[in-house]
Structure formats: structure tokens, C-alpha cells
């Protein structure tokens, strides 16, 4: 067995570039797949650790004024029977400049089940409540408080603004940049005096909220495990992309090792190796490249996955509010897991070459033509499959037509893999039919004759790769338009939305105040003003039906004047725009795409909201895009949010003359109410922070992409170096009978080139489909968005030229060697022959 | 939102965390420093001692106040109360507080900051039904203190008013500023169906008596001990709500003031209390510590401690000595997985007395975050079987 093994490898040493090429394929695919797998890992932990007790999540008191809460305040609640509890948040930055959430809480009053399961007298408790206090926070943070792990209990770290945190006591089950403490070791780190953020209750603790204040229900809100799972499904899609791209090399290496060796093979059956033991062989031999090939994948996997942490974690931080750690944690289920797929996907790829040694017929000899012949049927087999496949592509289609919008995110998914995968079974028999019709075409030109021929000679080890670059551009053009089509369409939408040069963000009861000033000021021509709340959805009547649900929502009000009514992005409206703008300031309400979406909402639905005095039913008018919100939102007029909901003011917009200057304006609103720095900031300013989410959002798609794209050309690479060998030996009884050899270089090239632009131009419609499935169905289930079907000529343009110049570099290799070649060497092979 | 929200959560995740790590330690605690760690070491702060006499009127209405300079403290009242239709029913309202450290480590009272924890139960028992509920809060005992919107919780002597939240024992509306009768005392806990709690007023029939040696009231042979007075003369009247029901009540009542650093020695390990109403008119005080006594019992926790105060109709008192006690359990109950002794002899040679007292009702345990047993009990002459009256038993440390 060992003897039959060695042998096996042999091949290996005479041919170390079928070796490389075998192990960069497991190793690429392996590493982009373990690398996505990581993030998700390290990203549902996070969750984890935030979802733990989801269940025993807390009711909220906020003043109805938006006015600071105070400890008098809650000392009156609790003495008249509220059981709440002050929670005091804010934010400290630590000397890398990292900031961190710190959380004060009381930990006598907070509600959790069995909370002091403690005396009095236990040390731990003491030790919170008592100078100098503890710190609890979560391992992640350690690095940004400049601390390692070993040193970090008990350590007390000193802030940027020269403060020191309470020592640190370890707590993993924490997410990741929090830190917790007593609230009066956090009113003293954050100065507030005698201020609390908010007051919570246990859910369902108080029966109705006491005048004055506002009772915000723990109700149906969606963990971020829920929120993100689209977006973690999306990343999965592309790592899963990635792995069958990687493991069509691995196949198309596997199978030229073969060939190669089927004569090693037939000698080792003559010399009385049975069959079964030359199969264990060569499985050992696949067990063997998949652990090597598998290992080093998944630790260039961990390595690419901290490079893209950052990214993915800013992403779900920014669209989700979704805390993720900036270091990987990774279970061990991870390393077995990526180890498993690794050599699951060899044994896949490698259970062809299995077969055939196993049905290896010791008489027959190598041919060309009769591996032809094999890969007929095996052109039929792939047109049945593509078929079969297009097929359920279809199936899902027409499905996903009769769902509600939203649904379906993992049917959108399967409409797009079914279309890449016919797509791909389809090429090589198109290729074929084509060589075929183009052979017959140009029977009058025997050269060109001769290089159709040998193109259809060369399909069979050609297709795979051929297959994989198809997948790799369609893919790249799919996502590529996508991730346009959103630029275009967001940059648009911010510029619709913010209308205003300045924006103020004030305390909630300076409002009054500000207005009544800038009321004055001749440069302000409109102010405005807006507010936020949240409540509870309901009811909602269509005139199919009437349902009632529990659903927390987001208030949004908005001052519809002038200057913001043209602007203002609507994607449908019952009437038109200016009579639905006026029922708006009579009381109507717009709801966003995302809210539309998930409750199947149109214009003129009514719904029925949870209000301060009484429910409010109102009729929605227009349903307005609201890109990278994750939640269902309501838009009124401010006036009318003000008067229906009791909701307080949230910022201020100011719309100013021409000429007026923005510079001393910002500076008398400063000076006049004692605004801190980042109170006012101008258009230009959002622009750039929500530019900047965006950009980073999509940081991880396109990297994934170009990597993709990267091991496509990689594999056609790969098998047309392999094969350059044999070329020569194809080529040189044409220069025997007097071809110029430049011009045998030039037919090498035109066939390898018109092959990938042949697929570059399949790809091309192929990658709108995609696109459209991005668009159309994926986005709208993930997001809750839909954006216009954007297409970009000059990147098809582009991707078209990656193709054929993929193609002509990997041909030009093979063509220069057989330039250089000497004609001795030339005429050695026609001997060979 | 939903960025808020978390944090909200995550808020739920310290406290069990908080209460895992405490767990561990705490055994140990009550192994090595008595019962709830209340005989841990109390250097640095004031101790207890004979010299420290309690006299009326002068010390009062100060000393209902809180001591915070003292590690322990609290307001302890139990009531046998019927209601209307007779059925016996028996409620108990405890303030406790405790020094977080020695005057010496007090922080500066900055918002928040905290001295003193409090702890308040409140329990009502009628039949089988037993109904709990604690409450935590802190204060800071420098901090300014003008109405007690000033503080979580606090007691202040004039007017009288102790309070954690909305649980509140305090002068009544009529009484004079420095009296400590009639007193109004609510507490409610719940919602609906399972709201329990009581609106009682508390009207004194009796002199405040002090315990010991005049309110010195030593604990252990070493001579470690407490200040302890009490007044066990209320006369109650008022509504107690149960499942959600409200009915009138009448009866009986006793209100417990001890304050000290070290009650227990190391070695005690929990207590067995009787505060009992006599139908002659007599109250009886009784106690014995397990442990801590003098050297004749052969074990490494020393004999029990005993002692008591004698109290009669007109409020004159007489301490009792240890060996005038005899105090033996006749049968246990099994409550809460421990063996608890609800039935006891108890003779007093110096008044001969010998009583049998036993709880109707074996489920009287307080889950709280410091457990313990504390229900009403009969008690009946021991030669006769006549009945001779009711009262509180309280026993800690099973």
C-alpha cells in the first residue's frame, strides 16, 4: 500500500505544478470560505451574548417633555409604587480613541429575576456599590483600553479625558464595548450630577405610564440575530460562491493528474495491484492534499477574516445597531466544521477521478478521441442537468411571483444559484455546438478549420475553467451593478432628504427657545423641525381585511414646508404628490418601504397606533424609500406628532437665505445656547458620515468579489499552463508543414481568446439576471428596500476585457515558449508523436 | 432603537452574574462568620457595649433614628391580627439596614454614592397561604436629607418615618412630631390577582421596653451584644390585601429596634426568637443563640446563648439569665428542604412558666436573598394544654 502510494505521488515530483495548483484551489477555497465562516461566527456570538437574556428585556419610562430625568424624580416614582430602576449611558474614549458605551446601573432596584441572590453582605455586591467600584466589561474591549487579557482584573485604565475606569472585573458574557458599573462610579466618570438616561421597569411591571411620562413596551422589537441573519445570509451566498469557484480547480487539476497517470495506473493493475487498494490509494492521496490544502485554507481564512472584521463589524454596527466584536472568537465546532467542507468538497471533486480508477480497463489505451467520445455523453449529461436546474430556477420564480413581497429571501437566493448553475452546465455544450456550427462554416479555410477542431479537442479540460470564470464574471457583474445601482440611488435619496445647509441637535427642551429666536433672524427662511418617538402599531385596515398586531414602530415628524415637499423621495402615492403632501399636514402618514414591505401596506390603509391619550387611527397617503433604517417607520408632520403623540423635538433644520452666512449664524446659536461643538452640523458633514456607512457596508461584498473573480482567472490559469505541453505537441506538425510560427502563436491565442469572450459575453446577460434577483428579490427580502434596476455599459465593458485579457495572459505563456522553442526540440516532438 | 435596546438588555446579564460570583464567597461566609455574616469582624466601627444605656424620655425620639455609624440595623414589626370573620391571619414588616463600610471609608456623598444598604421584607400568612416580597435600595447617611424625595430609603425620627420606596412606616397625620404613636405603616407588592400588602394604623397601649441591661442586650458568653428595645404594647387596626382581595383586620402587634457591629460571635450559627403575647397581659421576649455560650456544652461551637426580658401588662421588664431559660425543640417540620424545629418547649424557672409552643402552619420560610423562618405561633400550657396566648417565632441559621 505504502510502495502503491509513494508511487502515486511520484507524479507530484515529475510535475509540481499539478501539485501547486491542487492546493491552491483547496487552499483559496477553503480559506474564503473559513474566512466568511469566521465573521459569522464571531458575529453571532456577539449576538449570543447580547440575545442571552432577550427574554427578561425591560419596559422604558422617558419624560413626555423630553426633559432629563433626575434622581429626586426617581425617588418620588419609586416611593409611589413604580418599581423602575435609573439606567445613566453615555460614552467615554479611552487614549486609542476607541469610545466605549458605559452603562451605570443600580444594581438594588434593576429588575431580574432573583436579582440579589446575594445577602447583603456578600462581598461582590459590596464591592460594586463601594469606592472605588468595579468595572465589568467584556474581554473584546480589553484592546482598546490598551490591556491584555493576563493583566487586565483589576487594573484601572486612564481615559482620554484624564479620568481612570474603576478596576476592571472580567465579564464575557458582556458585549462587546460596553462597560458596566454602579451608577454613581458612572455619574462621577461622566459628570452628569444628578441626571439618569432613562428608567426601566420589568416588562408588563406598570400597568399604565404616570402622568407626564411615556411607557415605551419591551413588545415584539427583533433581536439583532433576527436583523442581521439577511445580511450574514448574503455573506454566506459568497463564501459558498467562492468554494465552488476554488473546487472547480481542484477538480480540473484532479483530472488532469489522472490522465496523466493512467498509464502508471494500468502498470500498477498489471503488476497485480488490485483495484480496491489502488482506489484506497487514491483516496489517502485526496485525504492526504485535502488536510494539507484544508488547514492552510482555514488559517489564511482567519487571517482574511480579522482583515475584514472591522469592516463587517462598523457595517452591522451602523445599519443594525448591532454590537460585534473587533477580534475573532471561535468555537472549536469552526475549525471541524471548515476542515469538513474542505475535504467534503475534495471528495466531491475528486469522486470522478475515483470512478474511473475504479473502472479503469487495464487493456485500453489512452486516447484523445476516445476521451472525446466520453465527454459527448458527458455533454449530454451537463445539457440534462443545466436543463434540470434551469428548471427549478423557473419553479422558483414563478413561486417567489404569487409570495408578498419580503418573503423569500432564501428562494431569491435559489432562483440565482439555479440560474449560475444551468448557466454553467449549459456553457460547455453551447461551446461545443458552436465549434461545431463555426467548423462547418469555415470548411474552405483549413487552418481555421484545423484550430475549431482543435478547440473542440480542447473543451473537455478547458470547460471547467471556462465554467468557473463564467460563474466568477457573472457574479462579479451581478453584485457590481447592485452595489452601483444602491450608490446611485442612496447618493439621489440623501440629496432629496436633506434639504437644509444646517442642522441642530439640541437638547430636547432648548427647542422652544431656538425657535422662537431664529423666528427673528432674517437669514433663516424656513426652520425645520423635527421629532421622534416610538410606539405600538396596532391595527391595520385594508379593504381586504383587518387585522390587530403588536408592533413596535418609530415616529418620524417632519416640518412639510416649501422647501422639503419637492424633494422629498415617494415611491407611491394614492393620488398624487401635492394632494397627498396636503393630507400629510392634515394628519395623514407616510410609511417607509421596509414597514410597507413586511406588513403588505399600499396607500390608503389605515392604521391604528398606540397613543399617549387614546389610539389614533390614520390613513397613509405615500410610502417613502428609507434606505439603511432596519425598522418600520411612520412619517407625520411635526405639529401633528407633536399634538397626536406628545413626541419631542429631535433636531432642527435651517433652510437660509442666499448670501446669508452660515459661519456666524452657527456661531451666535452657539454662544446664545450654550450649544456643545457637534450640536450643529452642516449638509455636508451628514453627507460624508452617511457616504461613509454605505461605502463601508459594501466594503465586504466587493472585496469577496474581486477575491472571486481573482481565483476564476487563477483556474484558467491553471489548466492552460497544464496543458501547454501538450499544445507544443499539437502544434509542431503544423510548423512541420511550413505554418509560420507566428502565426500558429496568434491561432493559439484567437482560440483561448474567442473562448472567454464567448463567455464573457454569456456572462454579460447572465449578470443582469443576477442583478435583477439582487434587486428585485434578495434586497427587498434582506433589507426591505427595492432599488431600480441600474446597469453600468462601462463596467460590462470591463468585465468583457478582464475575460479576454484573463485568457490572452494565461494563452501567452504556452505561445512565447513555443516561439522560443529550438526547431530541434520542434522536430523532437513530431518524433515524439 | 434597537441599539438602545440592547444595552437595556445587556443590563439583565450583570445580576446574575453578579449573584453567581457572590454565591461561593457567601457560603463560606455564613460558615466562618455566622449567620448572614452578621459575626464578621466589625473593626472601624462603633460597637455596642453596656455603657451605652438607654434612657426615656431623653434618648428619644433620636433613637428611632437610623445609626449609621453601627453595621446593623433594623425595624422589625410582626403582627397576630384576625379578620372579620375570625380567621386568624399574621403579617411582618422588616427594615433592615447595613453599613457598606466603617464611618473612617465613608465616600463623599456624591449623587449616588451609598453608605448604607437597605433591605425590607414584608410578609403576610394566613392558613396555608404565605406571601413574600424584599426590596433593596441604598442611601448615603451624609448626604442632605429634607424630604424624603432625598433619598431611596431612610429613617428619620421626627416625625417619624422609615421608609424603602413606597413601603413606609411612619408617624400618623394626627400625631405629635416627636411621638412614636399612632404610626401608619403600608407596604403592597404585586399586580391584579396576586397584589398582596396592608394599610395598618398602629396605636401603642404600652411603654417602649428595653431589653438587658437597660437596652444593652448581650448575645454571646463572650460579651458581644446589641442594642435592643421594643415595643410590644400595638394595638392594630386596618385593611390587608390578599390575592388581590381587601379585608379589615384587628389584633395585636410588635415592633423589634436593635442595632449593633457584631451581633453573632464567629461561632454562632443562627438564632430561635419568641416574642409572644400572654392572654394574662404578660409578653415574654425570648431568644437563644446556637453557639457561643458558655464552654459547659462539649462542642466546638460552645453551648447556646440564652436570653430574654420578662414584660408585664404595664410594661415593666425583667431580664432573664440564661440559665433561667429552658428551651428545648419537641418536632421538626420539613420546610424549603431543611429540618425546622415548629414545635418547642419553653420554661422560664424564675416566673414558672412552662409553655408548649408550636406553629399551626410549618410554611412560614422567607425565600429571600437572606432566608430564614419567621412565623405566628400558639402557645399553650404545657401541664393543662389550656391556651395561654400567641406570638412570632423567628429562627435563622437551617
Not at chain 1, 190 to 219: F, K, M, N, Q
Not at chain 1, 413 to 422: D, K, P, R, T, Y
Request: charged share 15%.
Amino acid at each position: 500500500m505504502t510502495t502503491v502510494l509513494t508511487t502515486l505521488l511520484s507524479h507530484y515530483r515529475r510535475h509540481p505544478g499539478q501539485l501547486v495548483m491542487l492546493l491552491l484551489g483547496l487552499w483559496v477555497a477553503s480559506a474564503l470560505w473559513s474566512g466568511i465562516q469566521a465573521i459569522n461566527a464571531t458575529a453571532r456570538d456577539s449576538y449570543a451574548r447580547a440575545d442571552a437574556l432577550f427574554a427578561t428585556e425591560l419596559d422604558q419610562l422617558e419624560r413626555r417633555d423630553g426633559a432629563t430625568l433626575s434622581r429626586d424624580e426617581y425617588h418620588a416614582l419609586r416611593q409611589a409604587g413604580l418599581p423602575v430602576s435609573p439606567l445613566l449611558e453615555g460614552n467615554v474614549v479611552t487614549q486609542d480613541g476607541t469610545r466605549l458605551t458605559l452603562i451605570g446601573i443600580d444594581p438594588l432596584t434593576l429588575p431580574s429575576e432573583n436579582a440579589l441572590g446575594q445577602a447583603g453582605t456578600s462581598s461582590s455586591l459590596t464591592a460594586f456599590l463601594t469606592p472605588p467600584w468595579q468595572t465589568r466589561v467584556a474581554p473584546d474591549a480589553l484592546t482598546a483600553l490598551g490591556l491584555e487579557r493576563g493583566n487586565a482584573p483589576g487594573a484601572t485604565p486612564t481615559l482620554a479625558e484624564g479620568g481612570k475606569l474603576p478596576p476592571l472585573t472580567l465579564s464575557p458574557a458582556l458585549p462587546p464595548n460596553t462597560l458596566i458599573m454602579d451608577i454613581a462610579a458612572a455619574a462621577r466618570l461622566l459628570a452628569s450630577g444628578e441626571a439618569i438616561t432613562r428608567l426601566v421597569a420589568a416588562p408588563g411591571a406598570l400597568t399604565t405610564a404616570p402622568p407626564d411620562y411615556t411607557l415605551t413596551r419591551a413588545t415584539s422589537l427583533a433581536s439583532p440575530g433576527q436583523l442581521t441573519e439577511s445580511f450574514h445570509l448574503n455573506l454566506t451566498a459568497l463564501g459558498l460562491l467562492a468554494l465552488v469557484v476554488g473546487l472547480f480547480i481542484v477538480q480540473a487539476a484532479l483530472g488532469l493528474a489522472l490522465e496523466q497517470r493512467l498509464g502508471m495506473l494500468r502498470t500498477l493493475r498489471v503488476l497485480g495491484v488490485s483495484g480496491r487498494t489502488l482506489v484506497a490509494a487514491l483516496s489517502l492521496e485526496l485525504l492526504l492534499l485535502g488536510v494539507i490544502g484544508g488547514l492552510t485554507g482555514i488559517a489564511s481564512g482567519v487571517w482574511l477574516a480579522r482583515w475584514l472584521l472591522p469592516d463587517v463589524a462598523a457595517t452591522l454596527g451602523s445599519l443594525y445597531g448591532a454590537d460585534v466584536g473587533q477580534t475573532l472568537s471561535l468555537p472549536w465546532q469552526y475549525w471541524m466544521g471548515g476542515l469538513a467542507v474542505s475535504l467534503g468538497g475534495l471528495l466531491l471533486a475528486g469522486s470522478g477521478v475515483l470512478w474511473r480508477a475504479a473502472r479503469l480497463n487495464v487493456l485500453s489505451l489512452g486516447q484523445m478521441q476516445a476521451w472525446r467520445s466520453g465527454f459527448r455523453r458527458q455533454l449530454t449529461l451537463m445539457s440534462i442537468a443545466g436543463g434540470l436546474a434551469a428548471a427549478i430556477g423557473l419553479g422558483l420564480t414563478l413561486w417567489l411571483a404569487q409570495q408578498p413581497p419580503g418573503d423569500g429571501l432564501l428562494a431569491g437566493f435559489g432562483v440565482v444559484a439555479a440560474l449560475l448553475l444551468a448557466s454553467a452546465l449549459w456553457l460547455p455544450p453551447l461551446m461545443a455546438l458552436t465549434l461545431k456550427g463555426l467548423t462547418h462554416l469555415a470548411r474552405r479555410r483549413p487552418l481555421t478549420q484545423w484550430a475549431l477542431a482543435d478547440m473542440q479537442l480542447q473543451l473537455p479540460r478547458l470547460s471547467l475553467a471556462m465554467m468557473a470564470l463564467l460563474v466568477a464574471l457573472a457574479t462579479n457583474l451581478g453584485v457590481g451593478s447592485m452595489v452601483g445601482g444602491f450608490r446611485v440611488t442612496f447618493l439621489d435619496w440623501l440629496d432629496q432628504r436633506l434639504v437644509a445647509p444646517l442642522y441642530i441637535n439640541a437638547p430636547a427642551d432648548q427647542y422652544d427657545a431656538i425657535d422662537t429666536w431664529l423666528a427673528d433672524r432674517p437669514e433663516v427662511s424656513e426652520r425645520l423641525l423635527t421629532r421622534r418617538s416610538e410606539t405600538t402599531l396596532l391595527a391595520i385596515d385594508t379593504p381586504d381585511e383587518s387585522r390587530s398586531l403588536s408592533l413596535a414602530i418609530d415616529l418620524y415628524g417632519i416640518t412639510p414646508g416649501e422647501s422639503l415637499t419637492p424633494h422629498w423621495p415617494l415611491l407611491n402615492t394614492l393620488d398624487d404628490r401635492p394632494s397627498a403632501w396636503a393630507a400629510f399636514d392634515n394628519g395623514a402618514v407616510f410609511v417607509n418601504e421596509q414597514l410597507a414591505t413586511a406588513e403588505n401596506l399600499s396607500p390608503g390603509d389605515r392604521l391604528t397606533l398606540r397613543a399617549p391619550n387614546g389610539n389614533e387611527t390614520l390613513t397613509i397617503t405615500a410610502v417613502y424609500p428609507d434606505y439603511g433604517n432596519p425598522s418600520g417607520q411612520v412619517l407625520m408632520a411635526s405639529h401633528q406628532l407633536a399634538a397626536r403623540f406628545e413626541a419631542p423635538p429631535s433636531s432642527m433644520g435651517l433652510v437660509l437665505h442666499e448670501n446669508a452666512n452660515v459661519e456666524a449664524l452657527r456661531n451666535a446659536l452657539t454662544t446664545r445656547f450654550g450649544l456643545s461643538n457637534d450640536a450643529i452640523s452642516d449638509q455636508r458633514e451628514i453627507k460624508r458620515i452617511a457616504t461613509e456607512i454605505f461605502e463601508r457596508t459594501f466594503t465586504i461584498t466587493r472585496a469577496l468579489n474581486v477575491l472571486t473573480l481573482a481565483v476564476a482567472s487563477l483556474a484558467l490559469l491553471a489548466s492552460l499552463l497544464a496543458q501547454a505541453r501538450s499544445r507544443r505537441q499539437q502544434l509542431a506538425p503544423l510548423w512541420a508543414l511550413g505554418v509560420p510560427r507566428a502565426q500558429l502563436a496568434r491561432l493559439n491565442l484567437a482560440q483561448l481568446g474567442g473562448a472567454a469572450l464567448a463567455t464573457g459575453l454569456l456572462a454579460i446577460p447572465l449578470g443582469i439576471a443576477i442583478t435583477w434577483g439582487l434587486v428585485a428579490v434578495i434586497n427587498v427580502a434582506a433589507f426591505g428596500w427595492r432599488l431600480p434596476l441600474h446597469l453600468f455599459p462601462g463596467e460590462m465593458a470591463v468585465t468583457l476585457a478582464t475575460a479576454v485579457g484573463v485568457a490572452l495572459l494565461a494563452a501567452a505563456l504556452p505561445a512565447l515558449r513555443f516561439w522560443r522553442a529550438s526547431p530541434r526540440a520542434l522536430l523532437a516532438e513530431e518524433t515524439h508523436q | 432603537m434597537t441599539a438602545r435596546l440592547i444595552r437595556l438588555v445587556i443590563m439583565s446579564l450583570i445580576l446574575p452574574l453578579a449573584a453567581l460570583s457572590g454565591c461561593g464567597s457567601d457560603e463560606r461566609a455564613e460558615q466562618s462568620a455566622g449567620f448572614a455574616g452578621l459575626g464578621q469582624d466589625a473593626e472601624g466601627f462603633q460597637q455596642a457595649a453596656p455603657n451605652q444605656a438607654l434612657t426615656f424620655p431623653d434618648d428619644f425620639p433620636h433613637e428611632h433614628a437610623a445609626h449609621p455609624d453601627y453595621r446593623i440595623e433594623w425595624w422589625y414589626l410582626t403582627a397576630n391580627l384576625e379578620d372579620v370573620s375570625g380567621e386568624p391571619l399574621g403579617l411582618q414588616w422588616t427594615l433592615f439596614r447595613q453599613a457598606l463600610m466603617p464611618p473612617s471609608e465613608r465616600p463623599e456623598p456624591t449623587p449616588w454614592a451609598a453608605d448604607q444598604l437597605w433591605m425590607a421584607h414584608m410578609a403576610i400568612s394566613q392558613g396555608e397561604q404565605h406571601q413574600v416580597a424584599e426590596r433593596f435600595g441604598r442611601s448615603h447617611s451624609q448626604a442632605e436629607l429634607s424630604q424624603s424625595h432625598d433619598a431611596q430609603a431612610g429613617v428619620v425620627a421626627s416625625p417619624f418615618h422609615a421608609w424603602l420606596d413606597d413601603w413606609q412606616l411612619q408617624a400618623s397625620a394626627d400625631a405629635d412630631d416627636d411621638a412614636f404613636s399612632p404610626l401608619t405603616l403600608t407596604a403592597y407588592s404585586g399586580e391584579g390577582a396576586s397584589r398582596f400588602g396592608y394599610t395598618l394604623e398602629l396605636t401603642a397601649e404600652g411603654p417602649l421596653v428595653f431589653h438587658g441591661e437597660e437596652g444593652f442586650s448581650q448575645k454571646a458568653a463572650n460579651g458581644q451584644g446589641s442594642m435592643y428595645y421594643s415595643q410590644p404594647f400595638w394595638q392594630i387596626e386596618g385593611d390587608v390585601t390578599l390575592n388581590g382581595e381587601t379585608k379589615a383586620v384587628s389584633g395585636r402587634g410588635w415592633l423589634d429596634r436593635e442595632w449593633s457591629s457584631q451581633l453573632l460571635d464567629a461561632r454562632q450559627s443562627g438564632w430561635d426568637w419568641f416574642s409572644l403575647h400572654l392572654d394574662d397581659g404578660h409578653k415574654l421576649m425570648a431568644f437563644q443563640l446556637r453557639g457561643g455560650g458558655d464552654d459547659s456544652a462539649d462542642t466546638e461551637q460552645g453551648a447556646a446563648y440564652r436570653s430574654g426580658t420578662w414584660i408585664t401588662p404595664q410594661g415593666d421588664a425583667s431580664p432573664l439569665a440564661t440559665d433561667d431559660i429552658t428551651l428545648t425543640p419537641l418536632a421538626t417540620s420539613t420546610v424549603a428542604g431543611r429540618d425546622v424545629p415548629t414545635r418547642w418547649r419553653l420554661e422560664i424557672a424564675s416566673v414558672a412558666i412552662d409553655l408548649n409552643i408550636e406553629a399551626p402552619h410549618a410554611n412560614r420560610w422567607m425565600d429571600t436573598s437572606v432566608p430564614y423562618w419567621e412565623g405566628e405561633v400558639r402557645v399553650n400550657d404545657r401541664a393543662s394544654g389550656e391556651p395561654m396566648g400567641e406570638g412570632y417565632l423567628e429562627m435563622t441559621g437551617y
